[in-house]
């Protein structure tokens, strides 16, 4: 125990026996059994002590009667109350219920609840918020006890006035206590919660001891007394608190003062903490029977028995802090620090050093969580706490690093308890850390500083987290590491790994260090054997994804971990320049071919395989070396079947080669044929050959390998449709050329070098069979002008009879087709002629009232800008551009609209450039209606038409204008224009004109918006009317039958 509290006598031996008291600021009010009322002014005097005690207040108070009134009540004083805002006194006497003006001498009163007769208790209510202003509003609620019902008023206008029915209770309340809408009573043998609604609920019994005790707390909660025990409950009946509050005896008055309660006991007063739960002080003072708190004064308690009182003042805060901390009853120490009345950068300093205290306290009595959390809360620097473990923290950290005591040893399942609890903690700390922005305003010192001193944390985190995750949870290391924003600390990271053998993770931090080539050597040491066998990386596959994951930023240090990987695995070698992975695709490919053809040459050709046909890529480069690549594997394979002919596997393997050469020459568009020809032999690979000179052009020297050398007419046939099939013009001559050398063999171009037959020239005849059988096959292909040029006079005529047909049946077809084509292209041209005249005799209307369609302002004294919307292809367009029809505004005009047209081709614009006309509203109908008297146009003639709105209408005239139908003939709204038609036999109908620069509705309908969603019949809620333009508009187009729609 330690003194909380100093006990001063106030009034001795009072001749008046006490019955009451209540307390506030420096008064006291005290109520006599005698019905009189005391009023005392207490003040502290000044100190008087030398004896040097701490623990004293050395002062004594200064005591002196203010008033006094012996008439106050003719009964004793049964219960007081003060409101000290509203200046108002509440007493209980001969069970009534009285106010009482406190600022008058003697104490008149103000009104008396007549309906309070036969109270027995009371409790008041009050509520002062704060506004924000700073004014100060004090709301008073009363509850009065009369037998078993419950009375509640509300103070107002200096009288207290009913706040609903009396709530009736089974029994009668002893004591009573009210917290925001619960009251809670205290009757002889329980307890019990009533809300203002009515609902009511049992709580628990008072235990031996039949007499309740309620006190309404702090916070919203209610002590009830129990035998010696206090429970804490809140306004809903359940527990505030695990335990209960014990005293040696059972209290019958108890009062709050954080942290502290104070209980009245038969005996004495102790004075005991909640949290936790410690007896602090016990003061012996006889026969106390009545205490009261001191309304808006903190730590002054009076307390008093039938002639005596005592003034109770809690000891400085400062005096009993050392004390507190001594016996480590920190959470008692940091309620009362935060009532300290020190400025408010110390009171926060000091509150975070007992707090600090109270987590190493914590953490000594290995109650790791709360601990861990309360330093986070603390925002206490991470290195202090990673301290209080082994062998986490570099021994140059820890030694700078001091505690309160000695930090406790942890091991076994202490420590893994305490791990798990420090990864929690670090990882909350990292993410605050990690969320942290330096002020953009700072100073730039102070920036470079901050961004240092953070980096430095996360160091020391990343690093921490890293060894406990090799403690705990090593699964979890791979995760840490990976990540790109990790600051594990390189050297210590690296040792600890290769304390625990994690070789894998050690990968993982080389990489994300950058430290590549440091990575792959520890790779290549344990692929190669040189390391333990049981190693995760005891594999060559773990190199091969490394570098297929490098970039090509690192092309050089690929090369240099490649050649061991090729030279044991040249498959699984090659996937590091073939993998279907970004960073592969865009490794420089010229310089991955020549590693591959200067170093593992068998590899460059199934490369350029990939880079061409998977890959797509066009480089001729890439396209002239794979066919060389494959020319020389031919050439291999020929020679090795020259010494052994029988190995079909070589054979094979030699056909395939030359299928894939001839396929690739044959859909290549990017190969050099020039630089692949000369690469090649002149004595094979003569069809091959024979396709490159095609895709020169140079059909002639082709066909003639075909013909002379191969002597394969059908191979030349099949040429010759692959050439005439594509789309250039210079291959249709290629059946002439076939059917040339047929007939004229001895005139073929030789090709200097090549291996042609060893028969003379002149020994060869025409193949007149062959020639004529190409010339019934492709009659369509073969020019006959050129082909009756070169036959010989002695092939019969009617041999050439089918030739001949045929090709002048296709020259017929040709020339229909033509005068066909001829046709359609005049009759187009008459039908835009037509509609060039009919667009240009429309006329578009331009007024101030007119909004563009492009900019979405109206047309003024500003210079128009051509450029409508979309329009296809047309006449002269309305306003800004190529708009067809009679498109106004630069709409897609079409032919013939109202405002806006049907949808219009494209025409030249109007005002503006040659822009593209936009779309217009659909062709409207034309009013028959007869010109008005006066009004607009000056009383020309006018024409009403519908627009597409149904319920609107345009009025042609000298000026457009938009129009509604009048409902009241001969009135006007707002002064606007009307026109009046009216035919003979029929009802005259008048026209109001609606101005769109009254009118948002009326501006938006010339802007042409789609829909308005308000036709004739329809309901209409409109807001927001001031001048009345719009509504009466709407007004008209709704018309006057008003349908559901």
Request: charged share 25%; with cysteine.
């Amino acid at each position: 125990m330690y003194d909380a509290y100093e006990a001063l006598p106030i009034l001795e031996k009072l001749p008046l026996q006490i019955e009451s008291i209540a307390a506030y600021d420096d008064h006291l009010l005290v109520g006599t059994q005698q019905g009189h009322l005391l009023m005392y002014s207490v003040l502290q005097g000044a100190s008087n002590s030398n004896n040097g005690d701490q623990h004293s207040l050395g002062s004594r108070c200064e005591v002196h009667l203010l008033r006094s009134n012996k008439y106050f009540a003719k009964k004793p004083i049964q219960q007081l109350a003060v409101v000290p805002e509203h200046q108002i006194l509440i007493s209980l006497s001969d069970y009534l219920v009285s106010v009482h003006d406190l600022a008058l001498f003697n104490f008149p009163v103000i009104t008396s609840l007549k309906k309070s007769r036969g109270a027995t208790c009371f409790s008041l209510d009050v509520k002062r918020q704060t506004s924000l202003t700073g004014e100060i509003a004090v709301a008073v609620r009363l509850c009065v006890v009369v037998k078993r019902k419950l009375q509640l008023f509300y103070w107002k206008n200096r009288e207290f006035r009913e706040l609903g029915p009396d709530i009736v209770v089974p029994d009668f309340p002893r004591t009573i206590g009210w917290c925001r809408e619960t009251l809670c009573l205290g009757f002889k043998g329980e307890y019990s919660l009533v809300k203002l609604d009515g609902d009511q609920r049992d709580l628990l019994p008072t235990g031996k001891q039949t007499e309740p005790m309620v006190c309404a707390l702090q916070g919203d909660k209610f002590a009830l007394g129990r035998d010696e025990q206090t429970i804490l409950i809140d306004i809903d009946g359940n527990p505030c608190t695990k335990y209960t509050l014990t005293w040696s005896e059972r209290p019958t008055l108890l009062v709050e003062d954080s942290p502290y309660f104070l209980g009245v006991l038969p005996s004495c007063v102790e004075i005991r903490a909640a949290e936790p739960r410690l007896l602090v002080q016990r003061l012996e003072l006889p026969r106390a029977r009545f205490m009261t708190p001191v309304i808006s004064k903190h730590g002054q308690i009076y307390v008093a028995s039938p002639s005596h009182v005592w003034c109770l003042h809690l000891v400085p805060v400062h005096l009993q802090l050392p004390r507190l901390l001594d016996d480590k009853h920190f959470q008692l120490a940091i309620q009362l620090a935060n009532l300290s009345c020190e400025p408010e950068d110390i009171r926060t300093q000091q509150v975070q050093h007992i707090q600090s205290l109270f987590a190493f306290n914590l953490f000594q009595k290995h109650h790791f969580d709360e601990s861990l959390q309360l330093f986070f809360k603390l925002a206490t620097d991470p290195s202090y706490v990673i301290g209080l473990f082994p062998d986490l923290l570099p021994v140059e950290f820890r030694k700078k690093v001091e505690y309160p005591e000695a930090v406790p040893i942890l091991q076994g399942k202490d420590l893994d308890l305490a791990v798990l609890a420090l990864i929690k903690y670090l990882t909350e700390v990292r993410n605050d850390l990690m969320s942290q922005n330096v002020k953009t305003g700072a100073n730039i010192m102070d920036v470079g500083s901050s961004l240092k001193l953070r980096r430095q944390l996360l160091e020391i985190v990343d690093t921490t987290l890293l060894k406990c995750y090799l403690l705990t949870n090593d699964a979890l290391v791979a995760s840490l590491l990976r990540l790109r924003d990790n600051h594990c600390h390189l050297a210590e990271s690296e040792r600890a790994l290769k304390r625990h053998h994690k070789h894998a993770e050690l990968i993982i931090l080389y990489q994300t260090r950058g430290l590549h080539r440091k990575a792959l050597e520890l790779l290549k040491k344990h692929a190669t054997g040189s390391e333990d066998f049981g190693s995760p990386l005891a594999h060559h596959e773990r190199t091969v994804t490394y570098l297929q994951h490098l970039g090509s930023e690192h092309i050089d240090l690929i090369f240099d971990f490649a050649s061991w990987v090729i030279h044991s695995h040249p498959d699984d070698g090659l996937k590091i320049f073939v993998e279907d992975l970004p960073e592969v695709e865009e490794l420089p490919r010229a310089k991955v071919y020549d590693f591959l053809y200067k170093t593992h040459r068998p590899l460059a050709l199934p490369y350029l395989e990939h880079v061409v046909y998977e890959w797509q890529d066009s480089n001729a480069l890439f396209h002239n070396a794979l066919a060389v690549l494959y020319k020389d594997k031919i050439l291999r394979l020929g020679k090795q079947l020259l010494e052994d002919s029988n190995d079909p596997t070589l054979r094979n393997e030699h056909k395939d080669s030359k299928a894939k050469l001839r396929s690739f020459l044959e859909i290549s568009r990017h190969c050099s044929p020039e630089a692949i020809l000369v690469q090649f032999p002149y004595d094979c690979l003569f069809e091959e050959r024979a396709i490159l000179l095609g895709k020169l052009g140079r059909h002639e020297e082709a066909l003639s390998i075909y013909t002379n050398i191969l002597k394969d007419m059908p191979a030349a046939v099949d040429y010759c449709n692959i050439c005439y099939q594509s789309d250039s013009p210079a291959n249709k001559e290629v059946y002439f050329y076939l059917l040339k050398l047929l007939l004229r063999p001895n005139d073929a171009v030789k090709i200097p070098g090549l291996a042609y037959p060893s028969e003379e020239p002149q020994q060869q005849q025409p193949d007149i069979k062959q020639a004529l059988d190409t010339l019934d096959r492709f009659p369509s292909r073969i020019d006959p002008i050129k082909t009756l040029q070169i036959l010989p006079a002695t092939i019969p005529l009617h041999e050439l009879k089918r030739f001949l047909q045929r090709s002048l049946e296709s020259f017929a077809s040709q020339r229909r087709e033509l005068q066909l084509l001829r046709g359609l292209l005049y009759a187009e041209h008459l039908q835009i002629h037509e509609q060039r005249i009919e667009y240009q005799n429309q006329k578009v209307v331009i007024t101030e009232s007119n909004i563009c369609n492009v900019c979405k302002k109206r047309f003024g004294n500003q210079s128009p800008r051509g450029g409508g919307d979309r329009g296809g292809r047309g006449g002269r367009g309305g306003f800004g551009g190529r708009g067809g029809g009679r498109g106004g505004f630069g709409d897609r005009g079409g032919s013939r609209g109202g405002f806006g047209g049907d949808r219009g081709g494209r025409g030249r614009g109007g005002f503006g450039d040659r822009g593209r006309g936009g779309r217009g509203a659909p062709r409207g109908g034309r009013g028959r209606g007869g010109g008005g008297r006066g009004g607009m146009g000056g009383g020309k003639k006018v024409f009403v038409e519908p627009h597409r709105h149904p319920g609107v209408f345009i009025a042609r005239g000298k000026e457009d204008a938009l129009v509604t139908k009048n409902m009241a003939i001969g009135d006007s709204v707002y002064g606007e224009k009307r026109i009046a038609v009216e035919e003979e036999g029929t009802e005259k109908i008048e026209y109001r004109v609606w101005n769109p620069f009254r009118s948002k509705l009326a501006a938006a309908i010339l802007g042409g918006v789609d829909q308005i969603h308000m036709p004739p019949g329809s309901k209409v809620l409109y807001l927001g009317a001031a001048s009345g333009t719009t509504v009466s508009h709407v007004s008209d187009v709704v018309g006057p039958v008003m349908t559901d729609s």
